[in-house]
């Protein structure tokens, strides 16, 4: 939890930045999260291009299939040989489907921590605040890590008690405590509780919806692309993810419902995008393009040898095919000699048997 509380003390920077020209929560989370996508974008290519690799070895891995439809241990080994062959990772495209977890947790500590991680007060002066709200009556109901948040929505109501802050900090909880309106909700409360009238049940359910459309037109995209449904941890994120989305928004400030609603639609815009100008088929080509041009590259790096060392080498090739000739010869004399001799000796034995036999 420290990690993920000190990555969103980072990206409050932003959230401060971006809040500081629009004075509203609601559009700082918009821009962060369009800011976020443009900074990723690099990973959203590497997952195309895993996806083209993977299209073009679906044939190659639907003959394994066939040959190895009664060993699967034999199949599952024969398959790593060919992805390693190919260069091609499975699971890349995991990466990319886990990164708006950790950034969603980083938002998380940014709202509910907003004096410590979006203002960046002192945290010594963090905790008296909290300290003294704790033991305000009515104000404790929520947990420890939403005193900051009741610091927040209630400000206006104990300003005056907050001595531990300065005037200037004073003045950015202040200003700071307005922009949480959006569209007629209230980015500070908590669906969960809430009443039907305050239209924040919405969050939950936008949330939901918007991350399990998003995760089904990814699957058919990679269906229609490799002609293979999503497997390991991508089938499970296609079905867990939205369920966990509609979860945390239902029981977290909405703002982190909001900006899970806002990531799905984004991550959605920019898939069609990708899909439009850096297709699976045009990744492709263009990794086949790649590797012609560094083949041509390596053959060009490849020198000729100066005619001097080119006639060298031709000497040395004719002077051992001379001596080959000179040793087959050799090689032929020799055995016309032993067949001489055979016949020469051929025969000592018939007169030997002639003898025998007129001994007898």
């Known amino acids: 939890m420290g990690i993920f509380n000190v990555f969103g003390s980072i990206l409050g920077y932003l959230l401060w930045f971006l809040y500081t020209i629009f004075r509203n929560y609601g559009i700082a989370i918009i821009l962060f999260t369009i800011v976020l996508k443009i900074a990723l974008f690099p990973t959203s290519l590497k997952q ?12 190659k891995q639907k ?15 024969e398959l790593s040989k060919l992805y390693e062959k190919e260069g091609v990772n499975p699971t890349s495209g995991c990466l990319t489907t886990l990164l ?5 947790l980083g938002i998380y500590y940014s709202v509910i921590m907003p004096l410590s991680n979006t203002l960046h007060i002192a945290s010594e002066t963090v905790q008296k605040a909290t300290d003294y709200i704790s033991k305000i009556p009515g104000m404790t109901s929520t947990g420890g890590i939403y005193s900051e948040l009741q610091i927040i929505r209630n400000f206006s109501a104990v300003r005056e008690n907050l001595t531990m802050f300065s005037q200037a900090d004073l003045a950015k909880i202040e200003d700071f405590s307005k922009g949480f309106k959006f569209l007629g909700l209230d980015l500070l409360s908590t669906p969960r509780g809430a009443a039907f009238s305050t239209l924040l049940w919405l969050i939950p359910v936008l949330s939901f919806l918007s991350s399990f459309a998003f995760q089904i037109y990814t699957m058919i995209y990679q269906k229609k692309t490799t002609g293979q449904n999503p497997q390991g941890c991508m089938l499970v994120l296609t079905f867990v993810f939205p369920f966990l989305s509609l979860w945390w928004a239902y029981t977290m400030p909405a703002a982190v419902g909001f900006y899970w609603i806002t990531s799905s639609l984004t991550s959605w815009a920019q898939s069609l995008v ?3 100008y850096f297709s699976a088929a045009q990744m492709t080509a263009k990794i086949e393009a790649q590797r012609a041009v560094t083949l041509e590259l390596a053959e060009a790096a490849v020198r000729p040898l100066p005619a001097a ?3 060298k080498i031709a000497d040395r090739l004719s002077a051992g095919q001379n001596q080959q000739e000179k040793n087959g010869a050799k090689q032929d004399k020799n055995a016309n000699k032993q067949g001489k001799n055979k016949k020469k000796s051929g025969s000592g034995p018939s007169d030997s048997n002639a003898y025998i036999g007129t001994k007898k």
Not at 48 to 55: N, P, V
């Open 48 to 59: 195309q291009r895993s996806m083209a690799s993977q299209s073009k070895l679906s044939e």
């Open 274 to 276: 990708t899909n439009r």
């Open 100 to 104: 708006p977890f950790p950034i969603m």
């Open 309 to 311: 060392e080119q006639k």
């Open 63 to 77: 003959e394994l299939q066939k040959k190895y439809a009664n060993n699967r241990q034999k199949y599952n080994e």
